[in-house]
């Protein structure tokens, strides 16, 4: 069973490998790939947010931030809310590029779970939802920090 942890890792990073090389060819590096994708399901996230659910430093983000709105992909508006904070959106220009690394995506998807039928990878995504629920509650229902 303790292996189980590390076999899930080894496939997330076997996973994220390959996507960065189809990625490549679109001139996008992994950390840009993740805040497109990231901000294409929660447009309009605060740059604070994104950066904690991305797993990041502010600074680091704000950094590959600054990338993507130089190439016109990413745009910053003023949090109406809170002057001090930025929320994040993706440009018309970026909605091509989205598309193709959603296409990707499915294609990758498509090659790794080649030969496991709907009924295996149902109870796999259940059984991860159940692992992620596990270790984010703690015994007693409480979320851990």
Known sequence: MEELPWE???????LRRAFDRKAAALGVTR???????????????????????MDIEPITLCRIVDRLEES?????????????????????????TVERLHSLA??????????????TIDAVRAALARVRANVTTSPKGRAIA
Do not use: N, Y
Not at 8 to 14: D, N
Not at 86 to 95: D, I, V, Y
Not at 106 to 117: C, I, R
């Open 72 to 96: 016109a992909l990413v745009e910053r508006q003023r949090d109406p809310a809170d002057r001090r904070a930025w929320r994040l959106f993706l440009t018309g220009k970026a909605e091509p």
């Open 8 to 14: 899930i890792g080894e496939t997330s990073l076997a």
């Open 31 to 53: 950390a840009q790939w993740r805040v497109l994708a990231r901000l294409s399901r929660e447009p309009g996230l605060r740059q604070v947010d994104l950066a904690e659910r």
């Open 106 to 119: 499915s294609e990758l998807a498509a090659d790794a779970f080649a030969g496991l039928d709907h009924t």
